[in-house]
């Protein structure tokens, strides 16, 4: 998707007549949804910048020109792309456009400085670490770039930088990315314009623009199908921005707590789909090849088991055991056992372990004792259990016990969901989880159904599956779980009348359903699927969500009485109501948010309340309503009254 094409001749006659800015925010409204005014401020600086390097005759007046490319599978946009020919073969520009004034060499990290951002100094990838791993994601996920051979030559323009000497932003740590994407400074229009004329010497009239736009977006790779190759050493997922920077930042404290004895916990906040259990597996590999003692450790045993089946017949079983750990392993460990462990879905912990929950003192408090770093993984509006109690709270209170050093960090990018941060921003307020500014816009390119009929919702489901096997249906737990029929699918557990719909819970005589053939006739439950994904997901909404007195209500009460996840939830509301009824409430608006968040592609929704099904289909439809000139409008009204245009 982008944002804004044009001819070079119509883009510099648009900067001319002062229309671009608008023109872009139109388009951005239309495509993505709102905009914010510090988007709107680099657009009118930098592209007065590009202006002045593509005003020479040498480029032609025909080359393709893109504003704000969407990266596939990510929310990420590259700011600049200019397209022609280079010669016989077709050429691609990639810009990174940065407003900074200074930069920091961070010595120990690859590829990372500090600069000015977000209202402070903060670590970042480099431009041209940025600018070439936009380039890698463009060309590993378009299949027009691969089949037409089409050169992608990314580089960076810091249009604001002057050169200091000795300079941090050139320093030779910096080689290798800079050889392959150069970065640009005050100064340097002149070079920058050399640049895109050694690649585009003759114009296409947009034709290369029209290709990567309508590409076909090839299958985004999956963690558990990738798994494999990345324990040899392949690197399997580029790595943008803050996935970068939380990558780096774990390497360094692993080496520092190894080399110096202090006890150190990494944070790392983030929502569904910002990458964490990639990241969390990249560092699980490059650890173990520098031959640190490291464990990957998460509470759900629905990821382990998959991987475990994906890497069987490769690795010995003891191999495999000694990598993926469940949570509650670390109850007799002695102290800095482990160099590192890598705890993901740290929002699962628990405080006792075992079968009785009568082991051990607090997970968090073990898995810190047993390591010299221990990293956190957490997304606490994940929490879809009563017994879950890994917080950042309780994280920080046994860290400061243990004598550790805390390290806070934070993923935000989406890379599922079609990349939208739309959808979850949507999703949140629908759910009335959060409120949001996103209350109308659900990105463009993302697939939200909402079925009358499960029997439809499954059908298209089913028919989906047939081309990655990729596609599931899920549910909430308002059908109780028959443990004398869980080894035959054909007794059904879900039943809804109305529809003769009938489906069996998944199987206990498997623990991969996620990737089973069969498994697509039958649904899953949050607890096979969370920290996994699929191109579409269907999700039936059981009886414990509904919407009542125009609010989005939950009620613990239709939970199948088979359900675990709010076990002993009676007697802490005589105990304690309040509380008892805050956290039934969380853990099913958690537990439903997670379910509808699976999907890579599409979420697809039946809904056996009415009423929630016919909110759903209003806020679809006041989303389809809310008209790219209201939103138009509005934003050009308050950046007027703020003196930004």
């Known amino acids: 998707m982008i944002i804004y094409e044009a001819i070079k001749a119509d883009f510099l006659e648009d900067v001319f007549n002062d229309q671009l800015t608008n023109n872009i925010i139109e388009n951005f409204h239309t495509k993505i949804g709102k905009v914010n005014e510090s988007e709107v401020r680099s657009w009118d600086n930098s592209m007065q910048y590009m202006y002045r390097v593509l005003m020479d005759e040498a480029i032609p007046n025909d080359s393709g020109v893109a504003i704000e490319f969407n990266i596939p599978y990510s929310s990420k946009r590259v700011d600049f792309i200019i397209t022609g020919m280079d010669n016989e073969r077709e050429s691609v520009v990639i810009v990174e456009l940065k407003q900074w004034e200074k930069v920091e060499k961070v010595v120990g990290k690859e590829a990372i400085v500090k600069t000015y951002l977000g209202g402070g ?10 600018a070439w791993s936009y380039a890698s994601l463009i060309k590993d996920y378009n299949e027009n770039v691969q089949k037409d051979n089409i050169d992608l030559y ?28 150069p970065v640009f400074v005050k100064g340097d229009a002149k070079k920058l314009r050399e640049f895109i004329k ?12 029209y290709k990567i736009e309508r590409g076909k977006i090839k299958p985004s790779k999956s963690l558990q199908d990738s798994l494999n190759s990345m324990l040899k050493g392949n690197e399997e997922f580029t790595m943008i921005d803050e996935q970068k920077v939380v990558y780096e930042e774990a390497l360094a404290l692993s080496k520092k707590a190894v080399e110096t004895g202090q006890k150190q916990v990494l944070v790392v906040e983030g929502g569904p789909g910002t990458g ?21 450790v ?9 991987y475990e089946q994906k890497l069987k017949g490769n690795y010995r079983k003891t191999e495999i055991t000694n990598l993926f750990k469940g949570s509650g392993s670390y109850t007799d460990t002695k102290e800095d056992e482990f160099d590192v462990l890598i705890v993901d879905e740290a929002h699962r912990l628990n405080e006792k372990s075992g079968m009785f929950k009568n082991m051990g003192e607090h997970q968090v408090k073990e898995l810190i004792k047993s390591s010299k770093l221990a990293i956190f993984f957490i997304d606490e509006n994940q929490k879809v259990h009563i017994d879950d109690v890994g917080d950042i709270g309780v994280i920080n209170k046994y860290a400061k016990e243990l004598k550790s050093e805390v390290t806070s960090l934070e993923l935000t990018s989406q890379f599922r969901c079609n990349g939208s941060d739309g959808y979850l921003a949507w999703l949140d307020d629908v759910l009335e989880v959060r409120e949001t500014a996103n209350v109308n816009f659900i990105g463009k390119d993302y697939d939200f159904r909402v079925y009358d009929d499960p029997n439809e919702m499954r059908a298209e489901i089913i028919k989906l599956n047939k081309v990655r096997n990729k596609s ?19 007794i059904p557990d879900i039943v809804i009348p109305e529809f003769n719909f009938e489906m069996s819970w998944n199987l206990d005589n498997t623990a991969t359903w996620a990737i089973d053939e069969e498994s697509v006739k039958e649904s899953g439950v949050i607890h ?35 359900d675990r996840s709010l076990w002993g939830i009676k007697k802490m509301i005589r105990e304690n109501p309040g509380k008892a009824t805050q956290i039934a409430d969380q853990v099913i608006r958690n537990t439903y948010r997670t379910l509808l968040t699976r999907g890579q592609k599409g979420c697809f929704v039946y809904c056996t309340d009415k009423d ?32 930004e245009y």
Not at 536 to 544: A, E, L, P, Q, R
Not at 626 to 632: I, V
Request: proline letters at 3%; a neutral charge; glycine letters at 4%.
């Open 121 to 130: 100094i903060r670590e970042t990838p480099h431009p041209s670490y940025q």
């Open 154 to 181: 990314p580089c960076a323009y810091l249009h604001n930088y002057i050169t200091q000497k000795p300079d941090d932003l050139t320093d030779n740590v910096y080689d290798y990315y800079i050889e392959d994407a």
């Open 198 to 209: 050694r690649h585009i010497k003759y114009g296409d009239n947009k034709e290369t623009l």
């Open 276 to 296: 964490k259990s990639v990241v969390a597996v990249n560092l699980l590999v490059k650890i173990t090849n520098k031959e640190q003692v490291v464990q990957y």
């Open 298 to 306: 998460t509470k759900n045993a629905a990821p382990r088991h998959i």
């Open 472 to 490: 599931r249906i899920v549910s909430g737990y308002c059908w109780s779980w028959n443990k004398d029929t869980r080894l035959d699918s054909d």
């Open 528 to 562: 096979t699927c969370q920290g996994l994904e699929f191109d579409y997901v269907g999700v039936i909404i059981g009886d414990d969500l509904r919407y009542e007195d125009g609010k989005v209500i939950t009620d613990h009460s239709k939970r199948a009485k088979t």
């Open 612 to 643: 929630l099904s016919a909110y759903f289909k209003e806020r679809l439809k006041r989303m389809r309503d809310y008209t790219k000139d209201e939103f138009f409008n509005k934003e050009i009204a308050v950046a007027e009254s703020k003196e």
